[in-house]
């Protein structure tokens, strides 16, 4: 049963969405009232698709779920969730390797905003390999990636690399 009233966040970078978030966004959304999963833009690290894409192919797999918002923000994640009047920030944890980073981001968090709770919760084991990064390394280098990101995802994914793939000097032409 949702939480009753509790709006949480869901920040990250998912360039591009996986199935590991999705299954955290399906897990998330049982268990609170209002999930708003909210795109990083304006990032130092250089995404390989943009703010909006990303917020695109986001719509496109949340569009079963009634009480999730996608969304996208700049700034301190802290001052976002208080714009969204959310009092907990969700975050995923695959393996322990991830926990140390994750500690480190819900503890500097709470010392900025402590009535902002972060609350971790792990996608099904067989999630727990996935990530973005790993995902698009795996395309580039022409590996199957079925099954690690939905369909659509998938296709915008071999789109974008062939586009790179173009030689210099063709790429805004073809
Ligand atoms: O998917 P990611 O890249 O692991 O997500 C990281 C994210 C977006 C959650 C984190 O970088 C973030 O919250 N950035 C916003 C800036 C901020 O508030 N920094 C201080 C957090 S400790």
């Not at 500097?108 to 727990?128: I, K, Q």
């Amino acid at each position: 049963m949702a939480a009753q009233g509790v709006i949480a966040i869901y920040p990250g970078s998912f360039d591009p969405i996986t199935n590991g978030h999705l299954d955290l966004i399906d897990r998330g959304a049982r268990l609170f009232s209002k999930l708003v999963v909210s795109v990083l833009g304006n990032e130092s690290k250089q995404p390989l698709f943009s703010t909006e894409e990303r917020m695109e192919m986001l719509r496109e797999a949340v569009r079963g779920y009634s009480n999730v918002e996608v969304d996208s923000f700049a700034g301190l994640v802290v001052d976002y969730a208080a714009q969204k009047g959310a009092s907990v920030l969700l975050r995923g944890i695959r393996a322990i390797s991830d926990y140390e980073y994750e500690l480190q981001m819900a503890l500097m968090n709470r010392r900025l905003r402590p009535e902002l709770e972060t609350v971790f919760l792990m996608a099904g084991e067989e999630f727990s390999f996935i990530s973005s990064r790993l995902v698009k390394e795996v395309i580039r280098l022409g590996g199957s990636i079925s099954g690690l990101v939905p369909p659509f995802v998938e296709d915008r994914l071999r789109q974008r690399m062939s586009k790179q793939a173009a030689p210099a000097g063709t790429r805004n032409f073809i």
